[in-house]
């Protein structure tokens, strides 16, 4: 019995000392710290122009001066908010090598890539 309640002890002792050596970056590559991002917000205004103009790009429908798209009727499911969102993000995604991070409660769209 007291050598199991020993054994227990020195395992737990091992796998706390791994986990800081891997937390300090020794073990297991680079640490967390070290690795610098660069973070791009967006809106929910810059979000809709960028998935409205790539569905545009998509559809082959013409962009005016001022920006303004007129998308046919039959389009509506496409350009919903639940189906233009994912599109956008993917959208921001390729442009730049960016990562989708999260949303804020404002609605800002966060979004990083590595230095």
């Known amino acids: 019995m007291k050598n199991t309640i020993i054994a227990l002890l020195f395992i737990t002792l091992l796998l706390c000392l791994a986990n800081l050596l891997a937390t300090l970056g020794f073990l297991g590559g680079v640490a967390g710290g070290s690795v610098s991002y660069e973070y791009q917000a967006l809106n929910a205004q810059q979000m809709d122009v960028i998935g ?8 082959g429908l013409e962009v005016s001066e001022e ?49």
Do not use: C, S
């Open 67 to 115: 920006g303004e798209i007129n998308f046919p009727q039959e389009m509506v499911d496409k350009i919903a908010k639940v189906n233009l969102l994912p599109k956008t993000i993917q959208a921001v995604e390729k442009n730049g090598g960016w990562l989708f991070v999260g949303v804020t409660g404002d609605n800002h769209y966060l979004f990083r890539r590595a230095k």
């Open 52 to 59: 409205f103009r790539t569905v545009a790009d998509e559809e």
